[in-house]
């Protein structure tokens, strides 16, 4: 037997140095006990006893709720195309992924190997939400101007020049720091709660 976690010693090293295996770190055995914990409620009571699947989904469903919300306070009327929109006041993928993010934390810590994981994925998407997606909105209001103004003079079939390119696609970087801290509190409260 190796000794792993018996507190018998077992030799190694170069020119005969000796060295004791000793018991696994504290947070090796707390981490391997809540995975455990996780596993076996989820196993139990479904996809919704499983805290991050929850902090996921409920920052998510805030967050294109309230953009029901701020949508009225901008355009003072009740719309609900919002709740099925991208783009918008506060980013619902930024809450999404930072509430798993901060779930993953809670649970597992952040010395987990899942933690960086997790960020890093966050730090992509709210990366392409505030960039990439912004700037292809952005493109699209520009291509939808020009077709609309030579319409008559392009060479297009009937169906390319009738379609109207959608133009919110991404976010300011205000909707996507709303949303993040959305997905923070989200995260903490399921996960404590």
Known sequence: SSGFGTGKGVAS?????????????????SHAASTATAAVAASQG?????????????AWLAAQVLKIGTSYLTSRRW??????DSGGMPSSHSALCMGVTTAVACLHGVTS???????????IVMYDAANVRLQAGKHAQILNAVVAKTKENLEL?????????????????TQVLCGALLGVIVGLWVSWS
Not at 113 to 123: D, R
């Open 13 to 29: 090293g170069a020119k005969g140095s000796r060295r004791l295996a000793s018991s696994p770190p504290p947070a090796a055995v």
């Open 46 to 58: 479904g996809v919704w006893s499983n805290v991050v699947f929850r902090a996921m989904f409920i």
């Open 79 to 84: 719309d609900w195309r919002p709740l099925f």
């Open 113 to 123: 190997s899942l933690f960086p994981i997790c960020l890093g994925f966050s730090a």
């Open 157 to 173: 079939d009937q169906s390319i020049t009738d379609m109207k390119l959608k133009e919110v696609l991404g976010h300011s970087k």
